[in-house]
C-alpha cells in the first residue's frame, strides 16, 4: 500500500491503495464517482472510458501506479464547469437533443471518448467520428443518433 | 474484484533489472491492455508480482538511426500513428497500429507489449518478420539482438528470458523496399484478427523481377509465420495476374491453420490466398 496523488476533474484526489488497483475501481470505490461504468472490465466496451492527461483511456485497464502525477477527467467533470452555470456540457446537451442515451451504461464512456476528439478539434465527420468511438458498444442507439449528436457540437473544419 | 497482486514501479532500466533478477521474476506491464486483463483470474494464473515500465522512459522514443527506424518498447500505438518518421519510412506499422483496437487501446497499449504478449493474432507482429526487424532485449546479464524471425518460438512462447525486457526494436529501411499490411477482423475496430498479412519486396524496375520478398502472417498458426514456399514463388518474379495466381494458390496449400472461436482453418486459408492475390494486384497496377 502507499499513496497515488493525482487530480481528477481539476481537484486533488489521494489513495492510499494497491498499485494494482484499477482506476475504474478507484473512481467508483474509493472517490464515490459512480458515473464512470464498469461494463466488460476487459478493454472491450469502453464503458469505463475516462481521460488521462487528455487521451480516452478505458479505466478498467490502467493500474492506478500509473496515475500518479497525472489528469483525470470522468463524466462528472464534463459539466463541472458548465454547472455553475446550471447547465450541462454542450456535448450532454446534444446527446440529449438527438436522443443519444438510451439505457444509458454506454453514455458516460461514449461522451469521453467524444470529448477527446472534439478535444483534439476533431472535424464533424460521419467518418472520423465513428472512428472515435469505435471503442465503445452501445447496444440500444445503433449510433446514429451519437454520431448525430457529436457532429452537432464538433467546429466545421475551416 | 480483480485481484490487486503487488508492483514495484522503478524509475530507471537498472532497477527494472534488478527487480527481474529476483525468482519468480515479476511480470511486466506498460500499456496494460493485456496484462490488465488476467488481473481478473478469467484468463489463466493471476501473476504473483508485477513490474510497472510506464516511468522508464530509456523504453520509449522514435528515432532514425543509420538506415534504421528505432522504436523504444514502450512507444504506444497512438504515438506509432501520429509519428511523422513512422508515417515517412514505415507507413505499413502505422496502418497496422491503426487496426488495433480503438482509440483507448492504441492510447496505452504498446509495440513491446504487443510482442511480448506474443498472441499469434499480434497485429503488428506480420510487419516485424516482413521487415527483418530485430528486437534489442536486455538484462542484468547483458543485452542481445534477436531476429524478429526467431524470437516466437511457440504458442505464446518467445525467446525472451524470464529476467529480460524487450527495450527496442530495429527496423531496417533498405532502398527500394516496399511493404503491405491487410488485416481481416469482424469488424474494423476492436477486433482480433481472423487473418492478418504483411507483404514486404523490392523492386527492380519492370526488366527485373522482385527480390527479397517476405510474406508474413498472423492467425494462421501457433505463432506468427513466414511462409517460405510463397515467398519462393515470388521471389525473382514480377506481380503479374498468372504469379498471383500461383502464389495465392501456394499460400492457401502452404498453411496449416485451425478452426477456433474467430474462424475455421477453411476460411482462412481461402481469405490468405485472396489478401495476398489483391496486394499483388495492387502492386502490379492491374
Not at chain 2, 509495440?111 to 507482429?125: C, K, R, Y
Not at chain 2, 491487410?182 to 504483411?198: E, F, M, N, P, Y
Request: net charge negative; with cysteine; proline share 5%.
Amino acid at each position: 500500500m502507499s499513496g497515488f496523488r493525482f487530480l481528477v476533474n481539476g481537484a486533488p484526489a489521494e489513495v492510499d491503495v494497491s498499485g494494482m488497483r484499477r482506476l475504474l475501481d478507484v473512481l467508483r470505490e474509493d472517490l464515490g464517482l459512480t458515473g464512470t461504468k464498469e461494463g466488460c472490465g476487459e478493454g472491450e466496451c469502453g464503458a469505463c472510458s475516462v481521460l488521462l492527461d487528455g487521451q480516452v483511456v478505458d479505466s478498467c485497464l490502467v493500474p492506478i501506479c500509473q496515475v500518479e502525477g497525472r489528469i483525470v477527467r470522468t463524466v462528472e467533470g464534463l459539466s463541472l464547469a458548465a454547472r455553475e452555470r446550471g447547465d450541462l456540457d454542450t456535448l450532454q446537451e446534444a446527446f440529449l437533443e438527438h436522443g443519444a442515451a438510451q439505457c444509458g451504461i454506454c453514455t458516460p464512456g461514449m461522451l469521453m471518448a467524444a470529448r477527446a476528439y472534439l478535444d483534439a478539434g476533431g472535424p464533424p465527420d460521419e467518418e472520423a467520428i465513428r472512428e472515435a468511438i469505435a471503442g465503445n458498444l452501445c447496444r440500444c442507439t445503433g449510433y446514429t443518433k451519437i454520431v448525430d449528436a457529436i457532429a452537432a457540437v464538433a467546429s466545421p473544419v475551416e | 474484484m480483480p485481484a490487486e497482486p503487488p508492483i514495484d514501479v522503478p524509475l530507471h532500466l537498472f532497477e527494472a533489472y534488478e527487480r527481474l533478477a529476483v525468482r519468480p521474476a515479476p511480470v511486466p506491464i506498460a500499456g496494460g491492455t493485456d496484462i490488465m486483463v488476467r488481473i481478473t483470474g478469467e484468463l489463466g494464473e493471476i501473476p504473483a508480482r508485477m513490474l510497472d515500465l510506464s516511468r522508464v522512459t530509456a523504453l520509449k522514443g522514435i528515432t532514425l538511426d543509420t538506415g534504421a527506424l528505432v522504436l523504444g518498447a514502450a512507444t504506444t500505438y497512438t504515438e506509432i500513428r501520429r509519428s511523422a518518421l513512422c508515417r515517412a519510412h514505415l507507413p505499413a506499422l502505422v496502418e497496422a497500429a491503426a487496426t488495433i483496437g480503438a482509440a483507448q487501446i492504441q492510447n496505452r497499449g504498446t509495440l513491446g507489449g504487443n510482442i511480448a504478449n506474443a498472441s499469434p493474432a499480434g497485429d503488428t507482429l506480420p510487419i516485424l518478420l516482413a521487415a527483418d526487424a530485430r528486437i534489442l532485449v536486455g538484462g542484468q546479464r547483458g543485452e542481445r539482438e534477436i531476429q524478429a524471425s526467431e524470437f516466437f518460438t511457440g504458442y505464446r512462447q518467445t525467446a525472451l528470458a524470464a529476467d529480460e525486457l524487450i527495450l527496442h526494436v530495429t527496423f531496417p529501411l533498405p532502398a527500394g523496399r516496399e511493404i503491405r499490411f491487410r488485416k481481416v477482423g469482424t469488424r474494423r475496430a476492436q477486433a482480433i484478427s481472423k487473418v492478418v498479412l504483411a507483404l514486404a519486396w523490392r523492386g527492380g524496375g519492370p526488366s527485373f523481377g522482385w527480390s527479397d520478398v517476405r510474406v508474413a502472417l498472423g492467425s494462421v498458426a501457433a505463432t506468427p509465420i513466414r511462409a517460405a514456399a510463397t515467398e519462393a514463388v515470388l521471389e525473382g518474379a514480377r506481380p503479374t495476374p498468372e504469379v498471383a495466381d500461383r502464389a495465392a494458390e501456394t499460400l492457401a496449400g502452404e498453411l496449416v491453420p485451425i478452426d477456433d472461436v474467430r474462424s475455421t482453418a477453411e476460411y482462412r486459408r481461402m481469405v490468405a490466398g485472396r489478401v495476398l492475390h489483391r496486394l499483388l494486384r495492387e502492386a502490379g497496377g492491374w
